[in-house]
């Protein structure tokens, strides 16, 4: 399972709604990202707008096509657009800047000493 970290920029103006949107995601749109093969996914939003996601996934751009070919992911992605900036009109699921790991502390590193 590879480990994946993104960012985007959710508008200042917006923060609350969009904060709210996430305590409600819709069901259907959590079995979609489940089944597309998202686990362990979590969205951290700074009081700023800075959006960070960690996502864990076999192939986060198989993970991301199959998601895409879902109607409900295209109704959410249809709602969540005009809560970002930077995206040049794109979804927010293809708008994604991703960073690279550069450090990562396993629970065998802790265990081993």
């Not at 707008?49 to 864990?56: D, M, N, S, T």
């Not at 996934?57 to 959410?76: I, P, Y």
């Not at 927010?92 to 265990?111: C, G, K, M, V, Y």
């Amino acid at each position: 399972m590879n480990r994946y970290c993104f960012c985007l920029q959710v508008r200042p103006d917006r923060l609350d709604e969009y904060a709210e949107r996430h305590r409600n995601v819709w069901p259907d749109m959590q079995a979609a990202l489940r089944d597309s093969g998202w686990h362990n996914y979590s969205l951290f939003l700074r009081d700023d707008g800075l959006l960070i996601g960690y996502v864990e996934s076999a192939d986060l751009e198989a993970a991301q096509k199959a998601m895409a070919a879902t109607e409900v992911n295209t109704r959410w992605q249809a709602q969540m657009t005009d809560f970002f900036t930077g995206t040049d009109g794109r979804p927010p699921d293809e708008s994604f800047l991703l960073l690279p790991e550069i450090f990562h502390l396993t629970a065998l590193d802790i265990e081993g000493d």
